[in-house]
């Protein structure tokens, strides 16, 4: 790797402790101990690509998804010990042959041949789409480091809160805003926060459904949510609490991510619809049965995958449109249709 600091290229016997054996200076992230295979210049340079040149802000969930790109797009499954079996049944069979010694015969051949099934398992595509580092872990592996040497995240970044701030009281008439943005992901709020979005338009920001009824019970109410079945269950809910007010759907549209081959999405396990809540996405329509089985699977496109520049043109045309107040600041905006993001045959964002 090359050391970020005096740009030498380092042996690993020479980084030892994450430390240039030339200046002797510490460094974050070795890619050889990083399970990401992050270096600090690594990360330098998607930091500097996701912020335009530092035109816009990025927010750590941006930056994972980035630098996980790459990985998402193949299957992890035994990527660990897989080798391993391959070698040790190999040595096995070898050993069993010239002894001659028949149970290591068996037990070589019952090696490789759970090594060839979990290949085969990952050329069909089980195991693709999970993250090989979740967003906890990258903050406590990659984020963690950086802070410890550097004091700060990566120049143009900006953190998330720590913990999301509890339901407000009703607002005064005073203080009362002119809607609210409803958003999940503390990344994108964070990212929307240090861009002006809402005090540009009056918005407040809210991480949960509760948070936005107390901000503006009359709305209006703007959703924005990833691709995935909690995000168009999330503007089903939205339009149940807001009855009489208008909610606006500003959520990344799974028709326009499903398929798409430079849109590499994202597959959590654990979050799966439940039956109830895929028949209720069945019923709200729009939706092909493809698809519905994608989402119900786990399947989804996150927000945080798309560029932040992209992002913020998307969500300040729709703020302008609902409160009436164009901002000049993002006026490339009105050259982008407002859902013609990703488009097709550029990627997201992110590494390729």
Known sequence: MICPHCEHSLLRKERTGNRCGYCRRLYALDPKTNRLKLSDLRVRRVVAALSAGGRVTVAPGQLWYALSRRS???????????PLLAVL???LLLVGALVPFVPALLTGAALLLLALTVLLARAAGLGRGVPTMDRAAFRSEVLAPWIRVYGELPPGMVDEPAREAPAPGPPSSATRPTGVLLCPDPSVTAFLRAEGVPEQYGLALAGS???AVALAPDGPVIVLHDADAHGAL???????????SRVVDAGLPVHRVYGLAHAVPVRDRWRRPDATARRELGA???LSDAQLRWLGRGWGFPLVGLPPARLLEVVTRCAGRVTGRPDPAHAGAVGLGFLTWPAAGTAPGGEG
């Open 72 to 82: 998402l797009r193949t299957s992890n499954l035994g990527a660990e010990w897989m």
């Open 284 to 286: 709200v329509g729009g």
């Open 234 to 244: 999330l503007v089903l809910r939205a339009r149940e609490a807001f009855q009489g």
């Open 209 to 211: 459904l509760d948070a």
């Open 89 to 91: 049944g190999t040595l």
